[in-house]
């Protein structure tokens, strides 16, 4: 039995496709060396989680002990690194021009005692946020700490003036709010970023790979012997080629499973099946894409520029960085031509979520429905690789 599937028109094609993958370079980039010094690249990248101790400078006209505390907490912080104290803002704002620091915190002189009198002051915070990430975290973190410690000044003050600890304690804080962060509660950037960029690493390589696989064979005329191989059926020969770029793609997506939940503490909360089910669709669905660009471009050059824009454009209109139903219509239907929009659902909803598997049905159809377009195309593309027209074109 084993012996008469090894000998099949399928396996024919595989076999061939193995030695022309061996003995190319290119291949070999594309399967395996290439995914692997990526996911590598992005795992160094996100190690930490979050950015921590991004540098700022602080201005402290008034050197209070007061200010001193405000001081110490703000440099307390995991995002904050104070390597400067300036008195002077002119100079301190050079610094931030010439990139070497991200924000400067001023304490306004008098600011100690206006405090204690039970009086309004306030401390003027310069943040350099054409990095919105950066920006966000030194204002989220200087923020909690100046918010603790007016909150304990407001305590002393109140207790100076005769009121109990518990009252003055609940004067501080009237309304207080019970917070739960459900689906990343370590605010770790690598649980939405390394997560999705190593799926699009992923469909970036077998995109333009399955492009580059089919096209070669126009390129060096070799098409004739590649469906002779397949006893002349299409179907046969676009199986046995693409099969073994499949298996390579889904042995690098369990590395990567691999490297997000060993080295980068990400846990699948919902079922994993579900997960490698999904995958194993967007995979099959880019290199259904391919034949789909290959059919309506007749060019492999053409293809190979348009995956790549096409493949890296997945992520804008996946919804995990910006939410689709934000962007104006025309992007929202544009969102559905990519099937990592719907890879993203299937991750979201089983990956973070924990929902109900039923919940994935809808994107996994709609991946399906990316291979079946792919499949009906398979008669255009044989008339592509046998037409001399279109090989003058590669």
Known sequence: MYKKIWDSWLFNVVKREVRRMIN????????????????????????????NNLPITVIDYDNSALSRNIINMVNATKSVNIISSSLDLNQARNEML???????????????????????????????????????????????????????????VAMKGGTKEEAAYAQSYPVQLDQHILFNPYTNYSYFLA???????????????????????????????????????????????????????????????????????????????????????????YQATAIIMLCFSGNTRLSLSLGSAYSMMAITFSGLTFPVFAMPKLAQVFAHIFPFYYWMQIFMSQGLRNAPIFQTIIPLLMLLLFIVVGWMLLPRLEKIILDSEFQNKL
């Open 24 to 51: 190319s370079w290119v291949y070999l980039f594309m399967t395996l060396l290439g995914p692997l010094l990526s996911f590598i690249i992005v795992m160094n990248i996100f190690v930490e989680g979050t950015p």
């Open 98 to 156: 010439k990139g070497s620091i991200d924000a400067i915190l001023v304490v306004p002189q008098g600011f100690e005692k206006e405090v204690l009198r039970a009086q309004n002051k306030t401390l003027e915070l310069y943040i350099n946020n054409t990095n919105v990430l950066k920006g966000s975290l030194i204002q989220s973190d200087i923020y909690k700490a100046i918010n603790t410690a007016s909150t304990g000044v407001k305590i002393q």
């Open 195 to 285: 997560t999705s960029l190593f799926p699009v690493l992923l469909i970036v390589f077998i995109l333009l790979g399955s492009i580059y696989a089919i096209g070669i064979e126009i390129r060096e005329g070799t098409t004739k012997l590649w469906l002779e191989a397949a006893n002349n059926k299409i179907n046969v020969a676009v199986i046995g080629k693409l099969l073994p770029y499949l298996f390579l793609m889904i042995v690098n997506t369990g590395i990567s499973n691999y490297i997000l939940s060993e080295h980068l503490g990400f846990q699948i909360k919902g079922n994993w099946l579900i997960m490698m089910l999904g995958q194993i669709f967007m995979l099959v669905a």
